[in-house]
């Protein structure tokens, strides 16, 4: 990591002498906009991806935590897709969403609609990618919402059911506050996770032909930070920038990671 740090200010392809440059890898960064335009789409498939996958792995949690029956079933199916290779996942996602051949157009066909260009227009790639991180690790944040959900005491909803408090008023006043710590753990550790998604983007167009393998398909729609690093320090072999990139992405990540942290410690306290 350190040495990152001195490869910042060096332009180097790898093979010959390293030059020093300064900050000049940095002032290139800030005017570079395809750097820019490889934030928007990481930000855009981050709010995409995380906050359904969030939402429903908690409403899953809370589903597996009332049944009596197979839940370590229902433990097992939530687990495995957070532990299937990602790179098989996404050669999956990529077959079923193909503009010709993939499964849910042929759906749409077979329901008299119109198919749907999802790998080739610009929102719908994002929605791809979003819908991949998000059925790779729901299941994975239901798993640690379960267990937050097992050690809240079952005194706590017996005495609120008593008081008359119905399902929903049980859920918001005592299962959501009784859960912020979990929750906060998993907004940081999905926010980290979420904005570093290289491989799903890479596998999904690393076939076009038509492109670079790497520019994150039609209209660079899918090209991701990390993946636009990648692109530059292996296909460009400018290992300066490269390093450059990913330091100003790790200090974007720590400041969304700061942010999340304080709204919800807010919230807490407002509690």
């Known amino acids: 990591m350190l040495y990152t ?3 910042a200010f060096q332009k180097w392809d790898g093979i010959g002498d390293m030059q020093f440059v300064g900050f ?29 996958m969030l939402v429903l792995a908690l409403v899953l949690a809370v589903l597996v935590n ?9 433990r097992v199916a939530l687990f495995i897709p957070s532990i299937t290779s990602l790179v098989a996942i996404a050669i999956f996602f990529g077959a079923i969403f193909s503009n010709n051949f993939g499964l849910i157009n042929a759906i749409l066909r077979s329901m008299h609609l119109s198919a749907v260009p999802w790998m080739s227009n610009e929102w ?31 005194e706590l909803y017996e005495a609120a059911r008593m008081d008359g408090a119905g399902p929903v008023r049980i859920f918001f006043s005592i299962t959501i506050p009784l ?4 929750i906060l753990f998993t907004v940081v550790i999905s926010t980290v996770t ?20 790497n520019s994150g398909g039609p209209g660079q729609a899918g090209l991701t930070t990390l993946l636009y690093f990648y692109h530059q320090a292996f296909d460009n072999n400018d290992f300066g920038y490269g390093a450059a990139i990913v330091w ?19 919230k807490e306290r407002r509690s």
């Not at 919402?145 to 097992?150: K, V």
């Open 66 to 74: 009332s049944t009596k029956r197979l839940t370590a079933f229902y």
């Open 194 to 213: 979420g904005l570093q998604s290289f491989t799903e983007p890479q596998v999904l167009f690393g076939s076009d032909a038509s492109t670079n393998p």
């Open 24 to 52: 000049q890898q940095f002032r290139f960064l800030w005017d570079d906009p395809v750097f820019w335009l490889s934030i928007r789409n990481t930000l855009v498939i981050w709010v995409l991806s995380t906050v359904p």
């Open 248 to 266: 100003a992405f790790f200090l974007l990540i720590l400041l969304i990671v700061v942010v999340n942290w304080r709204l919800v410690q807010r």
């Open 124 to 154: 719908t790639i994002k929605l791809v990618i979003a819908a991949l991180m998000t059925w790779q690790w729901t299941g994975y944040n239901a798993i640690i919402y379960l267990a937050g959900l097992q050690a809240i005491p079952s």
């Open 179 to 182: 859960l912020r710590p979990i």
């Open 5 to 7: 740090v001195y490869l």
